[in-house]
């Protein structure tokens, strides 16, 4: 190949955004040369490599703009340590069709005990499907929305939140909020009911969301447009932090501490 050829090459990467056939030329080329690869094989593994590369420069960007507080990953997952969790149900989620369907995943359970793990382990695989993802904690959320009401920007933001086609709410249930945070969340469900999907990681059972959103008719319009197209998990057994203190002997559960 000319030094003419090759530049119009580059130069026609460049303008059709063929990243990374333009910075792999070469090597291709003498892959192609090496193997006597067809026109058309060439053609089919340039062209695979270079989709395959904007796949995951997408994936990346997924998942920084997901906002995930940790990398976890579904693979890292201990279902062994914790048996109440249905490695199906958690295989199927990760195809993304809950978001496909606009339904909704509500995982319930005590603190510790993988609820937030499942929740980033789903939001990535998600990602990876092709849809996009937003993960805040349910203070954070509030607080956004009460700000945003307070300074007239409330439909703003609502429409920020409810435009990802699964957000993520954790930690849903750990602080009580006023009536008037529960209103605000009311909205955005609201917003998002049917259109598209939201998961919910909460340490409250249904009968306790009455006293978390001290109103008892907001927490059932929430509950019943949440509910009405989902999957629910509820996680049982010992916190993960816990286990490891017992197992490091700094934490000894209170009725062993009783027998001793």
Wanted: charged fraction near 25%.
């Amino acid at each position: 190949m000319s030094d003419i050829t090759r530049q119009r090459v580059l130069e026609h990467c460049k303008r059709l955004y063929l990243g990374l056939i333009a910075q792999r030329l070469d090597g291709l080329l003498e892959d192609a040369a090496r193997e006597d690869l067809t026109y058309l094989d060439f053609l089919d593994r340039i062209l695979a490599a270079e989709l395959a590369s904007k796949a995951e420069k997408r994936v990346r960007m997924g998942i920084q703009i997901a906002h995930f507080p940790a990398q976890k990953t579904l693979e890292e997952f201990d279902f062994q340590a914790q048996p109440s969790v249905d490695p199906r149900l958690v295989r199927e989620l990760s195809t993304g069709r809950f978001v496909a369907n606009a339904t909704n995943v509500l995982l319930f359970g005590p603190p510790g005990v993988g609820k937030t793990h499942l929740a980033i382990g789903l939001g990535r695989a998600v990602v990876a499907a092709g849809y996009t993802v937003l993960f805040v904690t349910a203070t954070e959320l509030i607080a956004a929305l009460d700000k945003a009401q307070s300074e007239g920007r409330l439909a703003e933001k609502v429409a920020q939140y409810a435009k990802p086609k699964l957000l993520i709410i954790d930690e849903l249930g750990y602080l009580p909020f006023e009536k008037r945070a529960a209103h605000l969340l009311f909205q955005l469900i609201v917003r998002r009911y049917e259109r598209t999907a939201t998961l919910i990681t909460t340490n409250q059972m249904v009968t306790q969301w009455g006293a978390v959103f001290g109103d008892e008719m907001i927490a059932a319009a929430l509950l019943d447009r949440l509910l009405h197209h989902s999957h629910t998990m509820v996680i049982q057994g010992d916190s993960y932090r816990k286990k490891e203190k017992r197992r490091s002997g700094l934490w000894t559960p209170p009725s062993e501490s009783a027998r001793q």
